[in-house]
T-cell receptor, first 112, second 115 residues
Framework: GEDVEQSLFLSVREGDSSVINCTYT??????LYWYKQEPGAGLQLLTY?????DMKQDQRLTVLLNKKDKHLSLRIADTQTGDSAIYFC????????????FGAGTRLAVHP | EAGVAQSPRYKIIEKRQSVAFWCNPI?????LYWYQQILGQGPKLLIQFQNNGVVDDSQLPKDRFSAERLKGVDSTLKIQPAKLEDSAVYLC?????????????FGNGTRLTVT
């Protein structure tokens, strides 16, 4: 079936890099996404990567995709306290219709 | 542009009562989604509309949940009767179209507590 797995918690020091990892099951996924959720808010799209790419960089964010291992990672450079949130990895569901399958989320805590 | 609007923000009801949530998507967005997010889990799709037609409701517990999008704009999600396990955040999202590169935009959600 379709499944997305993430580690549940990550703690980093302010100014360090954060790396959030995700594994997915559907090798036919065309797009893979990272969303950010702050307390009491909805999900905000951070970035996405198309399946024919290995890497995508967007300012402080770097997404790495290893299709062989079905592994996706999000690196946040120079992590700030404002980056504290829950980060969700998502893959496209099969059967079309733009359906997203989300992981359980990784809670990132940034401390001074 | 204005984002996805949802109301109410919070709702507390007793089990076996009914409840309704409202969503207004981003103007011009044809596709609307309702997701359920149980505490500690990722969002799970309940139902997806393209304009006023349902394209996926395979995960919707149809014995108690219903949703409609009559004029292809606003949508309501109803639960009747509610169970304790329905306690969750109900997120509405919209996208411009059904295509794979059309990103989803989420509202802030309605937090439902069933006692």
């Amino acid at each position: 079936g379709e499944d997305v797995e993430q580690s549940l918690f990550l703690s980093v020091r302010e100014g360090d890099s954060s790396v959030i990892n995700c594994t997915y099951t559907d090798s036919s996924s065309t797009y893979l996404y990272w969303y950010k959720q702050e307390p009491g808010a909805g999900l905000q799209l951070l970035t996405y990567i198309f399946s024919n790419m290995d890497m995508k960089q967007d300012q402080r964010l770097t997404v790495l995709l290893n299709k062989k291992d079905k592994h996706l990672s999000l690196r946040i450079a120079d992590t700030q306290t404002g980056d504290s949130a829950i980060y969700f990895c998502a893959q496209r569901g099969s059967g079309g219709y733009n359906k997203l399958i989300f992981g359980a989320g990784t809670r990132l805590a940034v401390h001074p | 542009e204005a984002g996805v609007a949802q109301s109410p923000r919070y709702k507390i009801i007793e089990k076996r009562q009914s409840v309704a949530f409202w969503c207004n998507p981003i103007s011009g967005h044809a596709t609307l989604y309702w997701y359920q997010q149980i505490l500690g889990q990722g969002p799970k799709l309940l139902i997806q509309f393209q304009n006023n037609g349902v394209v996926d409701d395979s995960q919707l517990p149809k014995d108690r949940f219903s949703a409609e999008r009559l004029k292809g704009v606003d949508s309501t999600l109803k639960i009747q009767p509610a169970k304790l396990e329905d306690s969750a955040v109900y997120l509405c999202a919209s996208s411009l179209e059904l295509s794979y590169n059309s990103p989803l935009h989420f509202g802030n959600g309605t937090r439902l507590t069933v006692t």
